[in-house]
């Protein structure tokens, strides 16, 4: 029987977290939940999921973001040897029904991570560039990124020789990938040291490594649906009148959605998208 690992990041909105959790119950699934270590952990708890502990205080485009997600899928290691691993956040939910998730992640070697190479600057600079004090806006860490940028500091480049590799966060990756991903932080501790100061570095991190593997050739789509029409740096919050195109999306999970702007998304999703294949 296939075993499903859901690894969760999560930093607000309880409540939408626990419908989250409550939408992947099924004998195949477990739900691993990471919560930032900036909030208090006891109102998101709940029965259907297993938390961490030992909690990162994680930021968007920083490596503790990186680190929050070994952390979780170490976690989930812990606790069994799963068949697929896919990560999450508290603002995704699923398009799909339950066994329409087991069904395609059971039955495909396919490693669903988005993957690809570029000579666009805009990528290439997350890593070529130090990138040091990134939260911090002073006027002195400020000065230190100009300064980054300049002939005086030397062009970083990959740790190991690797090529570069970027991609979307999000993935569903099969154990073996998952335990490869971990063993080689393990082999390698300059690789995560290397993306303290990358940029965006959630985006780079797990392309990387699978990109100069042996996995590199059965990479595919995150089976993610995301809407960036707003060409902005976040994706649009998806509503109501986002349904159509979730239902004719080739996904299984979509971000980003928030409960509290718009509820009756989740309903419909449930009622229209979600029923009937899942097992009573």
């Known amino acids: 029987m296939t075993r499903i690992a859901f690894l969760i990041l999560a930093h607000n909105k309880p409540h939408q977290l626990r419908r989250l959790v409550d939408a992947l119950q099924h004998p195949s699934f477990d739900s691993y939940v990471h919560i930032d270590a900036r909030v208090a952990i006891e109102p998101f ?40 691993y896919c990560l999450l956040t508290g603002a995704d939910y699923p398009i799909k029904s339950n066994a329409r998730i087991l069904d395609t992640l059971g039955s495909s070697s396919t490693e669903f991570i988005e993957c690809f190479t570029t000579s666009d600057a805009a990528w290439i600079d997350r890593y070529r560039f130090f990138h040091p004090l990134q939260w911090n806006e002073s006027a002195g860490a400020r000065a230190l990124r100009r300064l980054a940028r300049t002939p005086l500091v030397p062009v970083r480049r990959p740790p190991l020789g690797l090529t570069p590799y970027w991609g979307s966060t999000w993935w569903q990756l099969s154990g073996a990938a998952a335990r490869y991903v971990v063993e080689f932080v393990d082999r390698h501790p300059q690789y995560l040291r290397y993306y303290r ?83 009573t």
Do not use: C
Request: no cysteine; charged share 25%; hydrophobic share 45%.
């Open 197 to 279: 100061h990358v940029w965006i570095a959630e985006e780079m991190f797990f392309q990387t490594i699978l990109g100069n593997s042996p996995f590199a050739q059965r990479m595919g789509p995150n089976l993610r649906y995301i809407d960036w029409s707003g060409n902005h740096v976040h994706p649009k919050l998806l509503v109501s009148e986002d349904f159509d195109n979730l239902a004719a999306a080739d996904a299984l999970f979509a971000r980003k959605f928030d409960i509290d702007a718009d509820r009756a998304i989740f309903d419909r999703i449930d009622a229209e998208l979600r029923r009937d294949t899942d097992p």
């Open 45 to 84: 708890r709940h029965a259907g999921a297993r938390f961490l502990g030992r909690r990162i205080a994680s930021r968007w485009g920083h490596v503790s973001l990186v680190q929050a997600m070994l952390a979780t899928l170490r976690h989930a290691m812990s606790h069994g040897d799963y068949d697929r």
